[in-house]
């Protein structure tokens, strides 16, 4: 009996040890704020000092690295319709070329050129209204002519 009560013991222990630490790092983040009433003074004298600390933005970096955290980053701007209609027909010509050239593993080549021309070709679709198929990248090949002969319809061309 007192080994499994000593089990649980441990167990609970180690659990809250990691619950505590996860909420550290958001907090240090900047995170999702869930800062008990209690504790928002604190917080609020402490937080500015830890984020402007070597240590705290090293702790920091870190967790970023290793995906434990989310980067802070500004949201970033679309990119210009016209832009994506240059990218598609770099992504064309690309396509061309590996099918015409003698590299090894040519089928991977292609795979991969074609997984881009689609990513590229779904966003030029939303952005010109064109409602594209749902599913997931790769697209078959009917479903891209049908796309292509849409965005054309729409008067956009690369």
């Known amino acids: 009996m007192e080994t499994v009560v000593t089990g649980v013991v441990v167990v609970l222990f180690f659990g809250a040890l990691y619950v505590v630490g996860w909420e550290i790092g958001r907090w240090v983040s ?39 955290l989310e980067r802070r980053r500004p949201p970033s701007e679309p990119v210009p319709s016209v832009l994506l209609a240059l990218e598609l027909r770099r992504l064309a010509a690309e396509v061309r070329r590996i099918e015409a050239s003698d590299q090894p593993h040519p089928a991977a080549r292609i795979a991969a050129a074609l997984a881009a021309y689609d990513h590229v070709l779904v966003q030029l679709c939303s952005r010109a209204d064109v409602p594209t198929p749902i599913g997931l990248l790769p697209l078959d090949p009917r479903d891209r002519v049908d796309l292509e002969a849409e965005l054309v319809a729409t008067g956009v061309d690369w």
């Open 30 to 68: 900047g995170g999702p704020r869930r800062v008990p009433p209690g504790l928002a003074p604190l917080t609020e004298h402490l937080g500015p000092r830890l984020r402007a600390s070597r240590l705290g933005r090293d702790v920091v970096e870190g967790l970023e690295r290793v995906g434990l």
